[in-house]
Nanobody, 117 residues
Framework: QVQLVESGGGLVQAGGSLRLSCAAS????????MGWFRQAPGKEREFVAS????????YYADSVKGRFTISRDNANNMAYLQMDSLKPEDTAVYFC??????????WGQGTQVIVSS
């Protein structure tokens, strides 16, 4: 079992930055693909970004490409999402997730991000 806990959400003005953190316990993260997802009110959960096990490859949704950066620290069992140039449409609950093979096996409880215009 892997437990994931997100932190770092909050209220920020448009154009500002936030850094989300995902702390894992239970197992080492090095075996997992790590991802961030978000869910806005009244909308389905959507993919934001992911990073493969060795951090050699990252993937982003078109809506955040160039503004968000995903990273991981396997030694400390952490994953991060640096969010810059935030827009009101980035307002959502952000979730951290871990995937071993083909599906996202573990999820955190989410952290709220609100971007004011």
């Amino acid at each position: 079992q892997v437990q994931l806990v997100e932190s770092g959400g909050g209220l920020v003005q448009a154009g500002g930055s936030l850094r989300l953190s995902c702390a894992a316990s239970g197992r080492t993260l090095s075996s997992y693909v790590m991802g961030w997802f978000r869910q806005a009110p009244g909308k389905e959960r959507e993919f934001v970004a992911s990073v493969v096990r060795g951090s050699s490859s990252t993937y982003y949704a078109d809506s955040v490409k160039g503004r968000f950066t995903i990273s991981r620290d396997n030694a400390n069992n952490m994953a991060y999402l640096q969010m810059d140039s935030l827009k009101p449409e980035d307002t959502a609950v952000y979730f951290c997730a871990a995937m071993l093979v083909r599906r996202w096996d573990y999820w955190g409880q989410g952290t709220q991000v609100i971007v004011s215009s």
